[in-house]
T-cell receptor, first 109, second 115 residues
Framework: AQSVTQLGSHVSVSEGALVLLRCNYSSSVPPYLFWYVQYPNQGLQLLLKYTTGATLVKGINGFEAEFKKSETSFHLTKPSAHMSDAAEYFCAVSEGSNFGSGTRLSIRP | EAGVAQSPRYKIIEKRQSVAFWCNPISGHATLYWYQQILGQGPKLLIQFQNNGVVDDSQLPKDRFSAERLKGVDSTLKIQPAKLEDSAVYLC?????????????FGPGTRLTVT
């Protein structure tokens, strides 16, 4: 069975700083991987996804993630944080629609 | 394009009562999902429909939860009787097809409080 683990339930960065949210997956077959964002009192919205092909995936709002098979990782990054990025972020793997436990991103002024 | 609609948005019930949630997916989306999201946790898949057939209900507590998707469009999720631990947000999502490479589109959720 496929699963994901998100390291760090809460990450706080300064506005303009690099954002790095970590996700590791477990899978015996090539996975399809997703990052979703959830703003307060809203449903989840897709940021980006990896299926096949290019391992560096670009998403909305300046986010990107790199699929690294050797490290079984799919970390989410953004070069410069903005106040509007404050939200909960979830990594997910396709099989069984398994979601990680989430990382709450806070942005300091 | 209209998004995934859910109702009600909020519901408060007492334990042992019953409750039902409704979901209308994006038009043309064959796959529909129900998730339970407990505060501070990620969504947990309860049931997945492909058209009006069940693909995965392995994590659905079948002694108290039931779901149906009549005519392969709208879906309802029912809890009877409710327990305190059922307090959560219930999310509905849909996707265009069965292949797992498709992303899911989520509704705003129904926040259930069981007292």
């Amino acid at each position: 069975a496929q699963s994901v683990t998100q390291l760090g339930s809460h990450v706080s960065v300064s506005e303009g700083a690099l954002v790095l949210l970590r996700c590791n997956y477990s899978s015996s077959v090539p996975p399809y991987l997703f990052w979703y964002v959830q703003y307060p009192n809203q449903g989840l919205q897709l940021l980006l996804k990896y299926t096949t092909g290019a391992t560096l995936v670009k998403g909305i709002n300046g986010f990107e993630a790199e699929f690294k098979k050797s490290e079984t990782s799919f970390h989410l990054t953004k070069p410069s944080a903005h106040m509007s990025d404050a939200a909960e972020y979830f990594c997910a793997v396709s099989e069984g629609s398994n979601f990680g436990s989430g990382t709450r991103l806070s942005i300091r002024p | 394009e209209a998004g995934v609609a859910q109702s009600p948005r909020y519901k408060i019930i007492e334990k042992r009562q019953s409750v039902a949630f409704w979901c209308n997916p994006i038009s043309g989306h064959a796959t529909l999902y129900w998730y339970q999201q407990i505060l501070g946790q990620g969504p947990k898949l309860l049931i997945q429909f492909q058209n009006n057939g069940v693909v995965d209900d392995s994590q659905l507590p079948k002694d108290r939860f039931s779901a149906e998707r009549l005519k392969g469009v709208d879906s309802t999720l029912k809890i009877q009787p409710a327990k305190l631990e059922d307090s959560a947000v219930y999310l509905c999502a849909s996707s265009p097809g069965e292949p797992s490479s498709y992303e899911q589109y989520f509704g705003p959720g129904t926040r259930l409080t069981v007292t």
